[in-house]
T-cell receptor, first 112, second 116 residues
Framework: DAKTTQPPSMDCAEGRAANLPCNHSTISGNEYVYWYRQIHSQGPQYIIHGLKNNETNEMASLIITEDRKSSTLILPHATLRDTAVYYCIVRPATDSNYQLIWGAGTKLIIKP | SAVISQKPSRDICQRGTSLTIQCQVDSQVTMMFWYRQQPGQSLTLIATANQGSEATYESGFVIDKFPISRPNLTFSTLTVSNMSPEDSSIYLC?????????????FGPGTRLTVT
């Protein structure tokens, strides 16, 4: 079973910030939080990952709570092309043979 | 990041036949994986393709049904053998890096297989 829980779907208006929550209450101290997305008919795409501190890259920001039991992926100015299924995954930092466990993800629909 | 290509991108096959899917990466990678994604579902790992040794299969997947080759650090194949309509899925190749971690997994575009 996936170690994360996410809402099954969300809507967001184009141009607004999309905030996608993820609960990972059983996360261990050495586990990172990873986010991927899958646009329809494409392979999943890596977005961002983090351990404790908030992270930002050209695609998104990742906010991790102080207790690390939940996180939020922020797409600051959502566009129609951001419509996709977003997956939140936790995995150990140093285990290269760790199987990613994919939950159902959140289907994000960006509306004009 | 790694650039991954898969061939074929899609195929329609008759039951009882076999299809081999190719995965090519533009750089040498240690870890290569094969996933299946059934319609409307999330991803399920089939196996880890190990260079120079047999693949490591997940529960519910066997070598006779899904033989895998990994002749070098940039290429792998997955064969779907003796196909039935239940094998209709998207098959995805992925790689992982950098070697030093923390790890990011990159995916190919997928192969959409329909078995009639």
């Amino acid at each position: 079973d996936a170690k994360t829980t996410q809402p099954p779907s969300m809507d967001c208006a184009e141009g607004r910030a999309a905030n996608l929550p993820c609960n990972h209450s059983t996360i261990s101290g050495n586990e990172y939080v990873y986010w991927y997305r899958q646009i329809h008919s494409q392979g999943p795409q890596y977005i961002i990952h983090g351990l404790k501190n908030n992270e930002t890259n050209e695609m998104a920001s990742l906010i991790i709570t102080e207790d690390r039991k939940s996180s939020t992926l922020i797409l600051p100015h959502a566009t129609l092309r951001d419509t996709a299924v977003y997956y939140c995954i936790v995995r150990p930092a140093t285990d290269s043979n760790y199987q990613l466990i994919w939950g159902a993800g959140t289907k994000l629909i960006i509306k004009p | 990041s790694a650039v991954i290509s898969q061939k074929p991108s899609r195929d329609i096959c008759q039951r009882g036949t076999s299809l081999t899917i190719q995965c090519q990466v533009d750089s040498q990678v240690t870890m290569m994986f094969w996933y299946r994604q059934q319609p409307g579902q999330s991803l399920t790992l089939i196996a880890t393709a190990n260079q120079g040794s047999e693949a490591t299969y997940e529960s519910g997947f066997v070598i006779d049904k899904f033989p895998i080759s990994r002749p070098n650090l940039t290429f792998s194949t997955l064969t779907v053998s003796n196909m039935s309509p239940e094998d209709s899925s998207i098959y995805l190749c992925s790689v992982e890096g950098p070697v030093s971690g923390p790890y990011e997994q990159y995916f190919g575009p997928g192969t959409r297989l329909t078995v009639t």
